[in-house]
Structure formats: structure tokens, C-alpha cells
């Protein structure tokens, strides 16, 4: 059985980070393969300054995710047959995105491919900030890796700007994956899942507005609040569980969105312009669910549709991983 190192963010303290390891672990195990997340020793944590209530939530989510961080097969050997890189942030610059060994760099395998990275919303202009970082990018674009694919088009123009390498598009890993084995049962009634690290006034004040219209408690999840209904502390496995039974879902993430399409939740996607949110939604044709207004709400989102679409992709997706690490 073949040994496959996975190399990207894990550690962190951030449902998507965690489930999207999850995800590829258990497609490289569900294909034979024995999978196992590398640990590279990067951590991300969320600590609030001055507020102490958000650190308490923090620290209790942070016990939280032990239990979950079991389910994952960590290794700290430093030779596989093949190592995948990603996914998430692992190629932005402007953060541990710029360790090296998420270039490729310390580990040994005779494949190395990368697989649906993201390089954030680093541009031309910050690259020429830091040339030291660049050159190692450019290095590792252009040696280290067998395969290169991207997880949407900000990161494959970033690739093209430093390399001549075909750049294959794939989905998120968590679209590979089948989390039914994890679901529960719903506790809460009629519900809207938020899930966001912030939001404007104006924006809580319409969701409070759309909640008392539609008879639903809010239950904000992901980060602490002050002012849902609940503000539960989940480990990422009953975060997966209370997107999948809520009514409706506001969200400003990109596994946000993610986990609102997996689990056909109607969704709408507030405050935010990230390039990989814009980009996926563009990719599935759910640009509608970006709503700048609440007087225009979209109408309900035809999951058959979207659902063919997806497919498609996920076929480019697993055909990209699984013909690159054999």
C-alpha cells in the first residue's frame, strides 16, 4: 500500500482548515491509499485583544478540536511515495503560507503534487514586497512538483505569473469527501446557521430582521458573538451537523459557502469580496447567492442543477489527484 504524505493547514483553529485534511485523508483512504497528514508543526490560533470573553470562547474551542484531531492519521516521517500539497491557504505569501515546506522544500517523495492550493488574495504588488519569498516560489513552482493545480483562478494567475507549468483547476477537498457518516440528529428546530468571523451592524440588524420573519433562532458558529440567539461551541464535526440541518445560512467564508452547497442549504453570502469565494460561486453558477440588498433575497436554489455541475468538476478533481500519485 502506498504511503501519501498530506502537507497543509490542519492545526488550526478553524472548522474549514480541519475539515478540508479530513476530507483528503479520507479520499486517499477510500482509493487505497494510506494517507497521512503531515505534521509540519504550523499552528493557527484566534486570540481577541482586550476581549476577554472571545479568548475564553477561543481557548474552549481549541480543547474542542482534540477530540476531533484524533480522526486524523498524523505522521512526523519525512519520506512517502507521493505527497500531496494542500489544500487551503498554503501558498499565501503573506502568511506561514510562506514556510517552505509547503513549497515542497524538507520533505522526500519521488511525486509531489499539488493539489487545489491557494495563494489568498496575494497580488503582483505584494509579491515584489518580499523577493526573498518569491524566489523560493518561483523555485518550487518550477521544480518540486510533479503536478500543479489550482483551487481558483487569483491562485493559477499567481502560478502563471512565476512559472511555465500547466496549471490543472480543482475543487476543494470537502467536495470530495462524504461527511453523511457524521451527521446527527437536529437538536434546534427551525434555524439560521451563521458562520463568519465578523460582520457589519447593518448586516446583523437584517439577518435579526430575516430571522424574525421566517419564525428561526439564530445560531452563530465559527467565532464568538454577542448576539445570537446561540452561540454554540463546536468542534468541526458538530459544526458540519448544524449546517446541515439549518434552515437558512449567512455566511462571509469560503467553506461557508462550501458546506451550504454539500450539505443543498439555501445560502447567502454577506460582506465579503474574497477572490476564492467570488471564485467558486462564479464556478457553480451561484453568483445570485452574493445578495448586497435584502430587499432582492434570491429565490430558491435548484440543487439538481448545481449538483450536475459539481459532478463535473469533482470528475476533473479526482481524475487530477489520483493519475499524479500513482
Not at 284 to 310: A, G, M, W, Y
Amino acid at each position: 500500500m502506498k504511503k501519501i504524505g498530506i502537507v497543509t493547514f490542519h492545526n488550526a483553529w478553524n472548522n474549514g482548515a480541519f475539515l478540508q485534511a479530513f476530507a483528503m485523508q479520507m479520499f486517499l483512504d477510500e482509493h487505497g491509499y494510506q494517507a497521512n497528514i503531515v505534521n509540519t508543526g504550523v499552528k493557527f490560533q484566534s486570540i481577541a485583544p482586550n476581549n476577554v470573553n472571545a479568548n475564553e470562547w477561543w481557548r474552549e474551542y481549541e480543547k474542542r478540536l482534540v477530540k476531533c484531531h484524533n480522526l486524523l492519521n498524523n505522521s512526523l516521517e519525512k519520506c512517502y511515495d507521493a505527497i500531496v500539497y494542500g489544500s487551503d491557504e498554503i501558498w499565501n505569501l503573506n502568511s506561514n503560507g510562506a514556510n517552505p515546506i509547503f513549497w515542497g522544500y524538507n520533505l522526500k517523495s519521488p511525486r509531489k503534487i499539488a493539489y487545489a492550493p491557494c495563494s489568498g488574495g496575494y497580488g503582483i504588488k505584494s509579491c515584489m514586497r518580499f523577493p526573498c519569498k518569491v524566489f523560493m516560489a518561483m523555485w518550487a513552482l518550477n521544480f518540486n512538483f510533479h503536478a500543479i493545480s489550482a483551487r481558483d483562478k487569483n491562485t493559477k494567475r499567481f502560478i502563471k505569473r512565476f512559472s511555465c507549468r500547466t496549471v490543472a483547476e480543482c475543487l476543494d477537498p470537502t467536495f470530495l469527501a462524504d461527511f453523511t457518516p457524521y451527521r446527527g440528529e437536529n437538536g434546534r428546530g427551525d434555524y439560521i446557521a451563521v458562520y463568519s468571523y465578523g460582520l457589519q451592524k447593518e448586516t446583523i440588524n437584517k439577518i435579526k430582521e430575516f430571522g424574525n420573519a421566517h419564525n428561526c433562532k439564530i445560531v452563530y458558529t465559527g467565532s464568538y458573538c454577542d448576539w445570537a440567539d446561540e452561540n454554540p461551541i463546536l468542534d468541526p464535526i458538530e459544526w458540519f451537523n448544524v449546517m446541515y440541518h439549518a434552515k437558512y445560512v449567512f455566511t462571509s467564508t469560503f467553506h461557508g459557502c462550501v458546506f451550504s452547497i454539500i450539505c443543498h442549504r439555501e445560502f447567502y453570502v454577506v460582506d465579503t469580496n474574497s477572490a476564492k469565494v467570488n471564485d467558486l460561486l462564479e464556478r457553480l453558477r451561484l453568483t445570485e447567492r452574493k445578495i448586497k440588498s435584502f430587499d432582492n433575497i434570491p429565490s430558491q436554489i435548484n440543487f439538481s442543477i448545481v449538483q450536475q455541475r459539481l459532478n463535473e468538476l469533482k470528475q476533473i478533481s479526482e481524475d487530477y489527484i489520483l493519475s499524479n500519485i500513482k
